[in-house]
């Protein structure tokens, strides 16, 4: 069965950055899409970014764009995402997702996929 696996997750201080990977066994779904999603104590799970394995397209949520930056490499069916200039509300569980294949676009909404990793805690101190 897929496995997602991610690393990378730690305590850092605010305005300092953190590089989550996440690899994927077992999976090579065409046309698929890979991504991150975050969850705070108390808050509802929140689409972070994505990207399409089909042509690279990626899409961020509105609190990381221009700070988080979402990549992959098929060779080694790892999704990455480097994040800088954290901030505390930065702080949650960041999990891995990646969608059955077939698609034509990736949504920042977690229905859109079926496979999801355990988790790498964030923590952002101010």
């Known amino acids: 069965q897929v496995q997602l696996v991610e690393s990378g997750g730690g305590s850092v201080q605010a305005g300092g950055s953190l590089r989550l990977s996440c690899a994927a066994s077992?999976?090579?779904?065409?046309?698929?899409?890979m991504g991150w999603f975050r969850q705070a104590p108390g808050k509802e799970r929140e689409g972070v970014a994505v990207?399409?394995?089909?042509?690279?397209?990626?899409d961020y949520g509105d609190s990381v764009k221009g700070r988080f930056t979402i990549s992959r490499d098929n060779a080694k069916n790892t999704v990455y995402l480097e994040m800088s200039s954290l901030k505390a509300e930065d702080s949650a569980m960041y999990y891995c997702?990646?969608?059955?294949?077939?698609?034509?676009?990736?949504?920042?909404?977690?229905?859109?996929?079926?496979?999801w990793g355990q988790g790498t805690q964030v923590t952002v101190s101010s």
């Open positions: 990207v399409y394995t089909g042509g690279g397209t990626t």
């Open positions: 997702a990646a969608s059955e294949g077939g698609k034509w676009s990736c949504p920042l909404a977690d229905y859109a996929y079926k496979y």
């Open positions: 077992r999976y090579s779904a065409w046309r698929s899409c």
